[in-house]
């Protein structure tokens, strides 16, 4: 058996929490919403936070029951599943239609199943290391287009306009060959998803997150993967959400760690089981082809 701790808080408490987590008793879900910034457009009535919450709850349901199913043809059927269920309502063409990363992780009686989307990251940690799933196109095709934004400081007027054109630029970008891949109204974008298994003997630890989380460890670099596993452990997933806080406010500009949004929301699950972590492990890190 496996117990699971999760902690999620928005970026700011007068708004929406637009990532989503949520467990059964084999399954566990975390998406990220990709949020319109101020003065976008999404064409969707319902929003990102909806869409979020819409995706992971399907996903769960389907993952959670149709266990023999591959997981791609799971998130296959819950992105056509919700996109049906506001086709008629909303511009689903819109360039800004609601998006979300997803990880998805399905234990059986020998092994954990998981699928990864985009750029949350997923760590497992076994008896010979922690190994960290995750998919950087976004980043890699980003990186060509943020160097404006990442030289104002966060939150002033100039700043918020160039996050909104690096946004929309993104766009032009996502659910297409030599771009990145995110869940939408594209149900083929789910072939474009990491998926592998561990074998649960093995497995001691398993941490997903929000690339509002992660940034703890790779863009703020305040601490290694590792250090990250141990504070969920020793304390518990909102320990890692309370130092992402207290150092993004330690930087409100973005000065020392130019970044997109000042502060972002973040999502942590943590899923252990009973054996003992015995030493400090070694990092192998696996990205998504390029493609």
Not at 99 to 125: F, H, K, P, W
Not at 155 to 175: C, D, I, K, M, W
Request: proline residues 4%; charged residues 25%.
């Amino acid at each position: 058996m496996m117990r699971t701790a999760t902690a999620t808080r928005p970026a700011r408490n007068d708004r929406e929490n637009e990532d989503f987590v949520a467990a059964s008793s084999s399954t566990v879900v975390l998406l990220d919403g990709v949020g319109t910034p101020v003065g976008s457009d999404s064409g969707c009535k319902h929003g990102v936070a909806w869409y979020a919450r819409t995706l992971g709850t399907e996903l769960l349901r389907r993952a959670t029951d149709d266990v023999h199913d591959d997981m791609r043809a799971v998130l296959a059927e819950s992105i056509k599943t919700v996109a049906d269920l506001h086709s008629r309502t909303c511009d689903l063409g819109h360039p800004g239609t609601p998006s979300a990363t997803v990880i998805v992780t399905r234990g059986s009686a020998e092994r954990l199943e998981y699928l990864v989307l985009a750029d949350s990251v997923l760590l497992l940690q076994g008896s010979e290391g922690i190994t960290v799933v995750t998919d950087d196109r976004e980043a890699r095709v980003g990186q060509r287009y943020r160097e404006s934004m990442d030289a104002l400081h966060s939150g002033s007027p100039a700043h918020v306009a160039a996050h909104r054109q690096y946004v929309e630029t993104l766009r032009q970008f996502r659910n297409r060959s030599g771009g990145f891949w995110v869940a939408s109204v594209d149900p083929s974008a789910a072939q474009e998803a990491i998926v592998g298994q561990h074998p649960l003997s093995g497995l001691e630890a398993v941490v997903m997150l929000s690339d509002g989380a992660s940034r703890l460890v790779d863009r703020f670099e305040q601490a290694s993967w590792s250090d990250l596993i141990a504070l969920a452990r020793q304390d518990s997933p909102d320990a890692i959400l309370e130092r992402v806080r207290r150092l993004e406010a330690e930087d409100p500009a973005g000065d020392r760690w130019p970044r997109g949004k000042a502060s972002d929301d973040a999502t942590v699950a943590y899923l252990a089981g009973l054996r003992p972590i015995l030493c400090a492990p070694s990092v192998d890190v696996r990205h998504a082809s390029d493609s």
